[in-house]
């Protein structure tokens, strides 16, 4: 049985199965956009500084030596952060989030807008950034009324600790298909996911 690492530099204790799990939770919440998927307890990370136990198991699962990371300022102030990301991934990090293809968001309220991270071309929609956010809470914030592909009728998601206009970022965003960026955001172990195809209704009081 796979245990939880409390050690603070550690990765997996388990990689490959860990890594499975944490893939299988992303794809089920971009599958089923607003719908809160849960990462197993077992896949739990103790990464460095303000990262989250769930974006620390994201980022370990899906960066490599092939996919340039960006962390932003409140991540970035962790010096352990960097060399943690580079033991256990290989993921190169850089200072140009427009060059990025995951940004790593700490501070959800601070995101820089969508629009500055690279958003793929007509001919390569997939040259686009992925942001992983960490949020306050995915049940008790402003309601953003979605609806679009893997979601029937329309759904609700309560993320708090985003900016003031996302609704209009995501609009934005929804525009630009099949380019675009994908968000997941992260509270504690519990994730959810508003990929470029999803469109927001409307947004609530």
């Not at 962790?78 to 991934?89: E, G, Q, S, V």
């Not at 934005?172 to 470029?196: E, H, K, M, W, Y």
């Amino acid at each position: 049985m796979t245990r939880l690492s409390t050690d603070p530099g550690a990765g997996f204790a388990d990689p490959v199965l860990a890594s499975q799990s944490v893939f299988r939770g992303v794809m089920d919440a971009l599958a089923r956009p607003g719908t809160i998927q849960i990462l197993p307890t077992h896949v739990a990370v103790a990464g460095p500084g303000a990262m989250s136990p769930g974006v620390a198991a994201l980022v370990l699962a899906l960066a490599d030596h092939d996919t340039p990371v960006w962390l932003d300022p409140m991540l970035a102030a962790n010096k352990d952060a960097a060399n943690w990301l580079r033991f256990h991934t290989g993921a190169p990090l850089v200072d140009n989030m427009a060059q990025c293809v995951f940004a790593l968001i700490g501070d959800g309220r601070s995101m820089p807008p969508l629009e500055q991270f690279a958003l793929g071309s007509d001919e390569y929609p997939d040259r686009s950034a992925t942001l992983i956010v960490q949020v306050d809470t995915l049940t008790d914030g402003p309601p953003l009324v979605l609806s679009g592909p893997g979601i029937r009728g329309t759904a609700i998601c309560r993320a708090g600790g985003l900016p003031a206009n996302i609704a209009e970022q995501l609009a934005a965003n929804r525009t630009l298909f099949p380019r675009g960026i994908d968000l997941v955001l992260v509270c504690g172990t519990q994730l959810i996911s508003i990929p470029r195809s999803t469109r927001v209704v409307t947004q609530g009081a």
